[in-house]
C-alpha cells in the first residue's frame, strides 16, 4: 500500500469538499448513499468498526482500513478515525489503490 497517495487523495478529496470526518457523519452519508468509500483508522474502536461497517455493507459501500494516524494527518485535523469520500472519480481511486495492493472488499485485518 502506498501511504503517500493514499495521504494525497485523502486531502485532495477534504480539499475539494468531497471528504466527511467522524463517525456521526460517516453514518449520515452512508446512509444517504452519498459516501463512495469508507476510511477507517486501525487503532479506532471496534464498537465504531462494527457500526461503520454493518451500515456500509447494508449499502454496498466499500471499507478500508488506513493506518494509523494517516486519515486525521491528511485531513489536517486531529483525533479523526473515521471518513467518507463522496461517490466520484477520488473514492474510485482510493478504492482502486487498496485493490491493486490486495486489500480489496472489507477491511477485516484491524
Excluded at 469508507?38 to 488506513?66: C, G, Q
Excluded at 467518507?84 to 490486495?102: K, P
Amino acid at each position: 500500500m502506498n501511504q503517500d497517495k493514499l495521504r494525497g487523495l485523502i486531502g485532495l478529496s477534504r480539499r475539494a469538499g468531497q471528504l466527511s470526518l467522524g463517525t456521526d457523519t460517516v453514518l449520515k452519508q452512508i446512509r444517504s448513499g452519498y459516501c463512495g468509500a469508507v476510511l477507517i483508522d486501525s487503532a479506532a474502536a471496534p464498537n465504531t468498526r462494527k457500526r461503520l461497517e454493518e451500515a456500509a455493507e447494508h449499502a454496498d459501500v466499500p471499507v478500508f482500513a488506513a493506518a494509523e494516524g494517516l486519515i486525521d494527518q491528511a485531513a489536517g485535523e486531529s483525533g479523526r478515525m473515521t471518513a467518507c469520500v463522496r461517490r466520484g472519480s477520488l473514492a474510485a481511486q482510493i478504492i482502486l489503490l487498496f485493490e491493486t495492493a490486495g486489500q480489496a472488499d472489507k477491511a477485516t485485518d484491524f
